[in-house]
Antibody, heavy 119, light 107 residues
Framework: QVQLVQSGAEVKKPGASVKVSCKAS????????MHWVRQVPGRGPQWMGV???????SYAQKFQGRVTMTRDTSTGTLHMELSSLGFEDTAVYYC?????????????WGQGTLVTVSS | DIHMTQAPSSLSASVGDIVTITCRAS??????LNWYQQTPGRAPKLLIS???NLQSGVPSRFSGSGSGTDFTLSISSMQPEDFATYYC?????????FGPGTKVDIK
């Protein structure tokens, strides 16, 4: 069974950065493209970007220059760092597995990490 | 970016009811349309991919249809565990985009 376990909730001040991690089980880490999606409570999910099995990342234009996605093969962990945080970045952040290459069919999700931006 | 809309934004239903949710894309997306179910405090769950392909383990009371710009998710007989928020997602182009959701609650 695929498991994606994310790091715990964070509280950050405006202008700070946050780094969220996602540990993947089994071959998921080796074989699959992995996405990051965020969701403001009460709203639809918003795609942030994707990272390939080889570590090449592609980001949504909205987050270009502010987001960095990486993979640590030694620990089987993904990381997503978002900088220059604003109040509007308060959301639950998810990692999610792409079912087939870059199909964008997201079949397994982490449990989510709440990031709160507060002064 | 492709803009997704859903109707209604919310609805009330009873156990056993038939429920239909619609999703519309701002441009043609063939059948590259997924449906997700989300309950409070949980991550979205993929129910249907490519407009009509039921994911493994998803009950057959769920079905999806449509192509082009207009899509439908149907639940043939609502069960207690089906009260949730449903999102559509286009996987036709990057960035993938989601609808605003349809919340189905108990009447």
């Amino acid at each position: 069974q695929v498991q994606l376990v994310q790091s715990g909730a964070e509280v950050k001040k405006p202008g700070a950065s946050v780094k969220v991690s996602c540990k993947a089980s089994g071959n998921t880490f080796i074989s699959n493209y992995m996405h990051w999606v965020r969701q403001v409570p009460g709203r639809g999910p918003q795609w942030m970007g994707v990272i390939s099995p080889g570590g090449t990342a592609s980001y949504a234009q909205k987050f270009q220059g502010r987001v960095t996605m990486t993979r640590d093969t030694s620990t089987g962990t993904l990381h997503m760092e978002l900088s220059s945080l604003g109040f509007e970045d308060t959301a639950v952040y998810y990692c999610a597995r792409d079912k087939y290459s870059t199909s964008q069919d997201l079949d397994f999700w982490g449990q989510g990490t709440l990031v709160t931006v507060s002064s | 970016d492709i803009h997704m809309t859903q109707a209604p934004s919310s609805l009330s239903a009873s156990v056993g009811d038939i429920v239909t949710i619609t999703c519309r894309a701002s441009q043609r997306i063939d059948t590259y349309l997924n449906w997700y179910q989300q309950t409070p405090g949980r991550a979205p769950k993929l129910l249907i991919s490519r407009a009509s392909n039921l994911q493994s383990g998803v009950p057959s009371r769920f079905s999806g249809s449509g192509s082009g710009t207009d899509f439908t998710l149907s639940i043939s007989s609502m069960q207690p565990e089906d009260f949730a928020t449903y999102y559509c997602q286009q996987s036709y182009s990057t960035p993938t985009t989601f609808g605003p959701g349809t919340k189905v609650d108990i009447k």
